[in-house]
């Protein structure tokens, strides 16, 4: 497409914005960091310490977080995402506007920006290269019947599943070998080159999923030293995320925007249904999914956790269906706290909050590298140095701070500025050509 006519594009006004989704996008953002935050803060196998101490307070902070939050927020954004890619393709199309060139040229700036958060401010944790990769995909779906597109969830669910077997069953077919191998080597029998290789395999294997305490701490020391050290130990785990374990991550992503995609079809993000299918849909979702998610905390509650406990659980089980029951209760929780947010709005209720969270949302892409440039400077060891410093239950008062900053900063910034500024510098890619910034007066004056 002729660069002259691209630049002829226009992002959408201000006016054409949708608050409902706005919102939803405001919440998940805010929610994306109570699952990052640990990331961000603790070492591997954190949660060992705590994970069968009822009396502990880390305990029942990370039971009320993975119960009502874990997986649901990422499954808000990705959903929301979804959306997006209909809103932005529609409103080119009816424009005239040529939508194909503008939607490739924007995720693929979003590709870049993925990789320059992973590989510059060595966040290990990025969602952008890979939302950038897989809305590609979902556009394909773009036309497809809503009836279909909700399809993608149960279908994903199960290949997810079964992809994940495969890749479990791999790694326990490495141990079992590993474990003849070395059989063999303590009765000083001769080993073959393949029984030779088992064992390095393993090893590489154990050291990349499965470290112990010394190579844990080695880690973390790096996690406290300067850039460089942080860089040394990051890029290497982010790489291997977005290459050859990248294929295990597409699917699920994919199926949660083509849901996104259903929902904006049917109205239900945009408010379109009735409070009665909306309190239905929330009563059903809690009905059913918190029962499956606390059945699905309390089985991993009484199982040991720890390197052995791992390994022996591999050695002893070909494959855990329990892993079935996350889909469906993160599915099933994520539709009805949508459900409940959807129906404040459409009461009034709470109205500085919601207008609050529409502008956090309406920045989600600032708002999200912000966070990253907050945890990276207060936790690594080229900022702060807190890596490992906190309790568990002391990374949310972090992550309260970082929420009331952005929730009251976001909407100030949106008085007198039309975009966040990266999402200014993502237009202006996208459209090849610089957006106005700055409000006018009596643009300042609505917004007040």
Not at 142 to 153: C, D, E, G, S, T
């Amino acid at each position: 497409m002729p660069a002259q006519t691209l630049s002829k594009a226009q992002p959408v006004a201000q006016a054409d914005r949708i608050q409902s989704i706005d919102i939803l996008r405001g919440i998940a953002l805010l929610g994306i960091l109570l699952m990052n935050i640990p990331g961000f803060a603790m070492p591997e196998r954190y949660s060992d310490v705590f994970h069968q101490d009822t009396h502990s307070i880390n305990f029942w902070t990370d039971a009320v977080i993975t119960v009502l939050f874990e997986g649901k927020m990422r499954a808000l954004f990705s959903m929301v995402f979804g959306a997006g890619i209909l809103l932005f393709v529609m409103r080119k199309a009816q424009n005239g506007q040529p939508f194909k060139a503008l939607f490739f040229r924007r995720m693929g700036w979003l590709v870049l920006f993925g990789l320059i958060h992973a590989h510059v401010l060595l966040w290990e944790g990025d969602i952008l290269y890979g939302y950038g990769v897989i809305g590609m995909l979902a556009f394909i779906f773009r036309n497809m019947k809503p009836k279909y597109l909700v399809w993608a969830v149960p279908i994903v669910a199960i290949l997810d599943f079964t992809a994940s077997t495969l890749f479990y069953q791999n790694i326990r077919g490495q141990r079992l070998a590993y474990n003849s191998a070395i059989a063999l080597q303590k009765q000083n029998k001769p080993l073959s080159k393949q029984q030779l290789q088992a064992i390095t395999t393993w090893r590489a294997t154990e050291k990349e999923f499965l470290p112990n305490k010394t190579e844990i701490a080695a880690h973390t020391r790096s996690m406290k030293s300067d850039y460089n050290g942080v860089a040394s130990y990051i890029r290497p785990l982010t790489w291997g995320f977005q290459t050859k374990y990248f294929i295990f991550l597409i699917w699920d992503v994919l199926a949660l925007m083509m849901l996104g995609m259903a929902l904006y079809k049917w109205g239900f993000m945009t408010g379109g249904w009735t409070a009665t299918q909306y309190r239905l849909t929330a009563l059903v979702g809690y009905g059913v999914g918190l029962p499956l998610v606390m059945l699905d905390y309390y089985h991993d509650y009484r199982q040991a956790h720890g390197s052995a406990a791992s390994i022996h659980y591999l050695e002893t089980h070909a494959m855990s269906w329990w892993g079935l029951i996350y889909p469906f209760q993160r599915i099933l929780l994520v539709m009805a706290h949508a459900s409940v947010l959807l129906l404040m709005v459409r009461a009034g209720v709470f109205k500085g909050l919601t207008n609050r969270l529409a502008a956090v949302g309406q920045m989600a892409f600032t708002n999200y590298i912000m966070q990253t440039m907050f945890c990276t400077l207060y936790f690594f060891g080229y900022g702060l140095n807190k890596f490992a410093d906190l309790q568990y239950y002391q990374l949310y008062y972090v992550v309260a701070v970082i929420w009331v900053i952005q929730l009251i900063v976001s909407p100030v910034w949106l008085k007198y500025f039309l975009f966040g500024p990266l999402e200014w510098l993502w237009r202006s890619l996208t459209y090849w050509q610089l957006q106005p910034m700055r409000r006018n007066a009596q643009q300042i004056a609505v917004a007040v």
